[in-house]
């Protein structure tokens, strides 16, 4: 037999009880709405990074469209190439590169510049073989620190007459340097010289940066003397070289050694470019162009020249095989 309590309350208990209920309902509705406000929020970040990506891609496509010489070739590889080595940035034949400030004037006396000695080529007495005798100088005013100075120009000089492409390649021609205080009179003497100066004495039919050789008396003053001549390097164009060489500067410097030296021991008149393609000879006007028809028409009445279009490959040598083939 069941006995109830004596303090039991069915009234009360069932008012408990709904409580209770209502009270577990509300929390399921906080946690469901909880659950609901993260899903949400996740997805509202989603949203954003969707358009900022959507937004910077346009942004993008809008830059290329405006700017497409900037971003379109850069990126693209498009119809715009980049210059081509070599390329001269005029249109002037014979025109100096752009380069290191060069001192315009000199005082239009020289100083003799490195070390006496160097023999280049047979030995002096050789049977057939004519031995130049040369000094090396530089005028008196000029900058030497924009071509490391007088004994670097000097050590050029002597490196490039006693190369084996050089003259001596034919075994016909020797080179001594000797010293500018020696009681003999050179044959030849090698000048570094300021544009202006090279003008004067060189003259200056096209206004054009260039060297040349003059002959013996045609520069005058005490010291001056040679056997054979004076061979005058620009320096504008030993600082700069020219464009034919394509920013080559050593070779540029070894062409015009060469060529003018070239002119001292003979060889006065100059050569055109054989064929198309070909090594250009080292007696080319190559510091002006390496086309036959540029040099006819800045050459004017010499005729060197003929007036076509066979261009050549700039060549700093007069035996550029080194072999030892006849030199004239």
Known sequence: MRHSRPDADPGRDAALAAQERATREAEQRRRRWMGASV????LLVVAVTVMV????????DDEAGTAPDVVGTATSGGSSPGPLP????GDRVGALPDGPRVSREGKETWHGVGTPGAHAGPGDGTDGVRTWTYVVEVEDGTDT????GGDAFSATVDATLNDPRSWIAGGKVAFRHVSVHGPETPD???RLTSPTTTAQLCGSEIDLETSCFLGSGAVGGAGDTAGEGTVMINLARWVRGALPFAGDLGSYRQYVVNHEVGHGIGYARHQPCPSDGALAPVMMQQTLSLSNRDLAQLDGEDGSYPD?????????WPHPEGSAASDR
């Open 39 to 42: 899903v949400l929020g996740f």
């Open 53 to 60: 990506v959507i937004e910077v891609a346009h942004s993008g």
């Open 86 to 89: 070599g390329t001269p940035t």
């Open 145 to 148: 620190a924009t071509f490391g």
């Open 188 to 190: 030849l003497r090698i």
């Open 308 to 316: 076509e279009q066979s261009t050549c490959r700039m060549n700093a």
